[in-house]
Every structure is written in structure tokens, then in C-alpha cells.
């Protein structure tokens, strides 16, 4: 009987990392790093539809790294949660799944080896981290190995070759390509080849105890991690507050968000499916539209910026102009100074700012407008430009839960170094970077409402010796 093969992906969307010629016998192995799902994701298709045509099983490594870019417990048991529930949809569908231990760039090639896989089949994440895993990885291979972009919607290398200065650039080039790229998403298929030498499931508890890694800044409680959540978020959203974007979602007094990122960091949910299940909501365009500018425009333009600017995270990677300008008034008197337990302790004189950094600390996720103004102070009240972005790059992926991603990175230096953004008005400190002030948040938004927000929804969190900040004074959240 013809094999019926799963259907191709568009060439774009892949790319050759060792350039090995043809696929070797063996199975498929799918290297699984940023995009942790089963459904929706381009990468682990495009493995299947290898390993049907060559009539071989298809098998998932995730390499589990001792450490990464600082996460904590609040960042791996995240993780982790989500990755168990992966691994049970790949089971259920005849996919084997392995969790590796170590540094990728030994522990993935060695496996690769061990299992005689003919081919390695990986996702596309720009960080200068996974560059370099992926870059070890394949040169340490024998048999081909390709990355398939499953995160983005427009494959980043495709949507532009080069940085683009801002979102009115890359727009125009993604509203061209989003016809060929928005498109339905293949479903994954029970793979007829089973892997005779898949060893059952992780003992993900043992996982989760054995790790070793900051544990002072617990897991956030009452947020579930996993795909089936993210759904679950998604349909919320798009029920109730989608048709509130974007001014319900630039007002921090009320809850207007889609709560979407940490999903999406983790990959645990697809862009692409969130878009075309926004398309066909039915909301009102202008909503709809607002909401696809941040879920399309503006994260591939942190894509954008990571894949193209090797100093996406340091004083260099700000355009010129900016450069200029904060080197202009690096020696301009601080209104305010703050050491960084000051600042990490919420202990201002800013009583916004100070709730903006508790609601982080607390539940590992602050508002969007207030990633702004909580950045720019951190600028006004640090004694250099280079000192306020390692401040509120170490924080913001601290605590976080969808930290040590390109869109944490892009908006660090955004509000920092006008990347993506225009010269304004120039003024002492900020030199000609936009300036954002108490008095225009109070314009804004119900300051005192968001407060009370803040501190009326403190999510407990399993912190161990983490503690909540009252009064200056710490007492203990120890989930009761
Ligand atoms: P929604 O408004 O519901 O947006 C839906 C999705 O659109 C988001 O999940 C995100 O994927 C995307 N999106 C929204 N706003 C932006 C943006 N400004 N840039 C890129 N993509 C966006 N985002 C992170 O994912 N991780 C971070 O570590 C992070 N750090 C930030 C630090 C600073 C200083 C700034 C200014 C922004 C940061 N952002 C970060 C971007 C943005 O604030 C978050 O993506 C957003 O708050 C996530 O909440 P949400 O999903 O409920 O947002
Ligand atoms: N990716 C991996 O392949 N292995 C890891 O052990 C790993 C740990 C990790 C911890 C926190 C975190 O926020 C991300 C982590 N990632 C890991 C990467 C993640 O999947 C994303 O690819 C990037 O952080 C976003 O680009």
C-alpha cells in the first residue's frame, strides 16, 4: 500500500547546519530546545515526515543544561512541568522522547551516535547560547543536521536578511510574507515506526530535586504550566479580553493581558496557532490588529534583532545615535541612586516602580507598560547606561518566567538604547532616548488601583527563603 507521507513544509523555513549531504539509515532524532510541544511545531513535522519517508522511528532528545542564562527553580519548574506533558503527547503518538543530561554541544552528538540516527532535526532560537550549541553540535556530527524556525510565523533568516531598524521596517516585509506563512498547521501524525530501544518515561521528580540551581526564587503557584494550559490561556483570552486590546492591555490597573508569554518563551504553545485562532475569533479588527502588531511585529523583531546583532545584550548593541547621546550624559547628576539590592528589594522612592518590581518578584510576570518605565528608571537612577542594562537584563531574567528570551533582550535596549526606537527631546541622563515619568503613567492609568492590584493578587510562591517584601521588613511566603 502507497504511503500517504505527511505534507512538506515550505523550504524556507529550513535551514542546513553541516551541509552532511543525504540522510544516513537510522532514526530520526528531533533535538527539542526552544519549541517544547508536540502539536503546532514545524521542527518535530518536518522529523516526522523524514522519518516516514525513510520508513525509520522518529525520536525526541531534550538536553536538559546544568544552568542557563541564570534561570532558577522558578524558571526550570516551569519547564520542566511542561516538558512532562510533551513527552506524554510524543508516547501517545509512537514518538520516542529521551531527557539528556549536560552540556548539549557533547551530550546531544553523543546520543545521536548511540541511537545511529541519519539525520538531526533541531529548532531555530537566535541566542548567542543556542548558536553555539547548535554550531558544536553539528560540526560534531557525521550525518546531516538541519533547524527549522517553529517559532517564528515568517522564518526570521526569511521575513529579512539583515537588522531592521525598527517595526515600520520589518512590517511591510512580514505583511508580504504572512499570506505564504499564516497558514494552517499539519497535524502530527501516530508514527507507524515504533523505536524498539526507547527506555519509558523521565522521572521528572527526581529531574526536578536532582537539579541544581537557584532555588531563592520559587516557583510562581497557581500558574500551570504545559501546552494544554497555554490553550487554555489562549481560549480565556480570546473569550474575554481580546476585544479589550490594545487599551485594556496598556493599563495595568486592569488585567488586559493574554498572559501568553510564558507559554510562548517556553514554546509550549505555537504563534502561529495563537494567530490563526485570533484571526478567526471574529474580534473587532482594531483589537484583533493591535494584538497581532505585538504577537507578529514586534516579537519577530526581537528575533530580528538577536539574529543579526551579535551584542544584543550589551551598551554596543544600541544604535549610534544613542550611543552618542548616553556617552553625552554619562556624567550628568542622578536624581536618584540605588545599589542593586535596593532596587531588587523594591525599596524606592517610587511607590509605582516599587510595586512594579514586587509584581515581578512576586509573580514573575510584570505588566508590559510597566517593563517600560520599570527599565527607564533603572536608567535615571544607575550610575551608567552599561550598568542599568546589566541591571535590568539580570533581573527581568531572575524573576521572570518568560525571561532569557529576544523579546527581553530587544526590550532591555529599547528603553535603554532606543534600539527600535527614534531620537526625542534631549534632557539630562537620558540624552535624547525616551523618557517616560510618574506623572505620565498617572495620566495614563489608576497608579493607586494598580497597586492594590499588585499587592491584593501576591500569588504565593513555593520561595524557599524568598521572601515577600513588607515595609522594607522580610517575612516568609512559604506557601501554607
Ligand atoms: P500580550 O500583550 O498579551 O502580548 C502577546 C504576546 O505578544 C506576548 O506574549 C509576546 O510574545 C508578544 N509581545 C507583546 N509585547 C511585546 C514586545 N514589546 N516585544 C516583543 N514581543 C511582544 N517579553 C518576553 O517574552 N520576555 C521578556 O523577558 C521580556 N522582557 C521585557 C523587558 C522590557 C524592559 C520590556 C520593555 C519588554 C519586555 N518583554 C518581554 C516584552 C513584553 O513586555 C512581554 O512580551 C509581555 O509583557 C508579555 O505579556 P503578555 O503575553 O501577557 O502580553
Ligand atoms: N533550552 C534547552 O535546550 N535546554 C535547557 O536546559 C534549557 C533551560 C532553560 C531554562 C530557562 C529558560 O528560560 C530557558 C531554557 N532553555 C533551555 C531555552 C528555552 O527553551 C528557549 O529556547 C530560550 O530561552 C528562548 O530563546
Not at 15 to 38: F, I, K, T
Not at 313 to 326: S, V
Amino acid at each position: 500500500m502507497r504511503k500517504v507521507l505527511p505534507p512538506t513544509l515550505r523550504p524556507e523555513r529550513i535551514r542546513s547546519l553541516n551541509g552532511c549531504g543525504e540522510a544516513a539509515p537510522g532514526p530520526v532524532l528531533y533535538w527539542m530546545s526552544r519549541d517544547q510541544r508536540a502539536d503546532d511545531n514545524w521542527a518535530l513535522l518536518h522529523a516526522q515526515r523524514e522519518a516516514c519517508t525513510r520508513g525509520v522511528p522518529l525520536v525526541t532528545a531534550f538536553c536538559l543544561a546544568p544552568v542557563f542564562l541564570g534561570a532558577t527553580l522558578r524558571q526550570y519548574g516551569f519547564m520542566l512541568r511542561g516538558l512532562a506533558e510533551t513527552e506524554r503527547a510524543l508516547r501517545n503518538r509512537a514518538i520516542g522522547f529521551v531527557l539528556l543530561r549536560g552540556d548539549p554541544g557533547r551530550e546531544v552528538p553523543a546520543f545521536a551516535r548511540r541511537i545511529g540516527a541519519g539525520l538531526v532535526v533541531t529548532d531555530f532560537d537566535p541566542l548567542r547560547i543556542k548558536t553555539g550549541w547548535r554550531t558544536e553540535v553539528a560540526a560534531a556530527l557525521r550525518v546531516p543536521a538541519v533547524e527549522v524556525d517553529a517559532h517564528n510565523i515568517v522564518p526570521a533568516w526569511h521575513a529579512s536578511p539583515k537588522q531592521e531598524y525598527g517595526a515600520y521596517t520589518l512590517r511591510p516585509k512580514l505583511r508580504k510574507l504572512l499570506p505564504d506563512f499564516l497558514t494552517p498547521i499539519p497535524a502530527l501524525r501516530r508514527h507507524p515506526y515504533a523505536w524498539p530501544q526507547d527506555p519509558g518515561p523521565a522521572d521528572w521528580v527526581a529531574v526536578q530535586q536532582s537539579l541544581r540551581v537557584d532555588r531563592s526564587v520559587g516557583e510562581v503557584l497557581g500558574l500551570t504550566p504545559g501546552s494544554t494550559a497555554a490553550l487554555r490561556v489562549l481560549r480565556d483570552f480570546l473569550k474575554n479580553k481580546l476585544n479589550g486590546y490594545p487599551e485594556a492591555s496598556r493599563n495595568p490597573a486592569v488585567d488586559g493581558l493574554s498572559h501568553l508569554s510564558p507559554y510562548l518563551h517556553f514554546g509550549q504553545v505555537s504563534a502561529q496557532r495563537v494567530a490563526l485562532e485570533v484571526n478567526a475569533a471574529g474580534a473587532a479588527p482594531a483589537a484583533r490588529d493591535a494584538f497581532l502588531e505585538e504577537l507578529i511585529v514586534r516579537r519577530e523583531l526581537a528575533d530580528n534583532f538577536c539574529l543579526y546583532n551579535p551584542h544584543y545584550d550589551t551598551f554596543q548593541g544600541f544604535p549610534a545615535w544613542a550611543r552618542r547621546t548616553l556617552s553625552d550624559h554619562a556624567r550628568d547628576a542622578r536624581p536618584y541612586g540605588y545599589p542593586r539590592d535596593r532596587l531588587e528589594a523594591g525599596e524606592t522612592h517610587d511607590d509605582l516602580w516599587n510595586a512594579a518590581q514586587q509584581e515581578m518578584v512576586q509573580s514573575g510576570k510584570m505588566h508590559s507598560y510597566l517593563r517600560m518605565y520599570w527599565a527607564k528608571k533603572i536608567l535615571e537612577w544607575t550610575r551608567s547606561p552599561e550598568e542599568a542594562l546589566q541591571t535590568v537584563i539580570d533581573l527581568n531574567d531572575r524573576y521572570e518566567i518568560d525571561g532569557r528570551d529576544p523579546n527581553g533582550y530587544a526590550g532591555a535596549a529599547w528603553s535603554i538604547g532606543g534600539v527600535h526606537d527614534r531620537a526625542w527631546g534631549e534632557r539630562p541622563v537620558f540624552g535624547k532616548i525616551r523618557y517616560m515619568s510618574y506623572n505620565g503613567c498617572k495620566s495614563k492609568f489608576d497608579i493607586p488601583a494598580y497597586i492594590r492590584r499588585v499587592l491584593k493578587n501576591q500569588p504565593l510562591t513555593t520561595a524557599v527563603g524568598r521572601t515577600n517584601r513588607t515595609g522594607g521588613r522580610l517575612t516568609n511566603t512559604e506557601a501554607p
